[in-house]
């Protein structure tokens, strides 16, 4: 267990606004929803987003059905989060005080994401690209890797960024593929990387991860292909794109593998340390901002009500 006097707890500055003049005034179901993550605070971020996010998904609901009132068949996340990511355009020249737009915190939260948390959206292109790569190669098709194995997240990231998706496993794709020969082992997808490999595939994970945190903040990144012979730019030509990246990718991206059940629970893991914790907090807070956002686009907060996502990056991320 990680010891509970080396960690810096999350120390949680509530979104509140003028406006909620009456318990009635608090959208009902994301209220009960927020109960709920404040309850496994401090001590469980991890835990206390999964139950943010039921707050963020119903709030990307609304705005799907505000934005859309005559016109739905079906609801969709896929539909709701383009709603979400649409309001959050909409506002992101928006003056939360007099010096900073939402499109200002947005970026300083980004500025701030920790490796580790660059490292699992690193790890999950290179993983599922590998077993997509064995599954479709015509000469590999007998070794029986399903497509059932690659992961939706995957899917997403290979369907709404096609260019970065290609130039990435053009490069560090086929770098990791050639270290392992993945099997399916029981129920599960083993990789079969030697051991003379496993420091090399955590450089090109680790690698990869830094690539995309430069992305993030620079949006254009400068990679190489495995013979280091072409030169490819990466890039989030446009605030959409941006945006789209980090919700889908990151946060999305985790509310799937962890509802799911796809990866360990990060602080009950056998490799969870201090980063688990901070990465943990790190997602929170950046959930916590979005919904925020969300909840201004809905009228339930004031602009400047979403300066309390200032306050909770400074005081619970290092090295700000």
């Known amino acids: 267990m990680i010891e509970n006097d080396k960690l810096k707890h999350l120390d949680l500055k509530y979104v509140f ?15 009960t ?13 991890d835990m206390a987003f999964t139950f943010l996010w039921k707050c963020i998904n119903n709030a990307y609901t609304e705005i799907f059905i505000q934005k859309n009132p005559t016109s739905i068949k079906q609801l969709s996340d896929s539909k709701s989060l383009d709603a979400l990511i649409d309001a959050v355009m909409t506002n992101l020249n928006t ?18 994401m920790p490796e580790k948390l660059t490292r699992f959206v690193a790890n999950f292109i290179l993983k599922n690209y590998v077993i997509e790569k064995k599954y479709y190669d015509d000469s590999q ?11 939706s997240s995957y899917n997403t990231f290979k369907s709404q960024f096609k260019i970065i998706h290609n130039a990435i496993t053009a490069t560090y794709g086929e770098a990791y593929y050639k270290i392992t020969d993945p099997v399916i082992s029981g129920n599960t997808i083993q990789l079969n990387i030697s051991n003379e490999n496993e420091e090399k595939s955590h450089a090109i994970i680790r690698s990869l991860g830094n690539k995309l945190k430069e992305l993030l903040v620079n949006r254009s990144v400068t990679i190489q292909d495995s013979g280091n012979e072409n030169t490819l730019i990466l890039s989030l030509s446009n605030d959409k794109d941006y945006i789209n990246f980090i919700l889908r990718n990151f946060l999305y991206a985790i509310r799937n593998n962890t509802v799911h059940g796809k990866i360990a629970s990060r602080l009950n893991s056998h490799t969870k340390n201090k980063d688990s914790y901070s990465s943990s907090t790190y997602v929170y807070l950046l959930g916590y901002m979005f919904l925020s956002i969300a909840l201004y686009e809905l009228d339930y907060l004031n602009a400047s009500d979403l300066s309390v996502n200032i306050e909770n990056l400074e005081k619970n991320i290092p090295n700000i």
């Open 17 to 31: 606004s003028e406006k909620w003049q009456s318990d009635n005034d608090v959208p009902y179901v994301i209220k």
């Open 33 to 45: 929803h927020l109960l709920d993550s404040y309850y496994c605070l401090p001590t469980r971020p």
């Open 95 to 112: 003056y939360i005080n007099d010096e900073t737009t939402i499109k200002d915190v947005i970026e300083k939260y980004i500025k701030n």
């Open 141 to 151: 098709k007998s070794a029986g890797i399903a497509n059932k194995y690659i992961s």
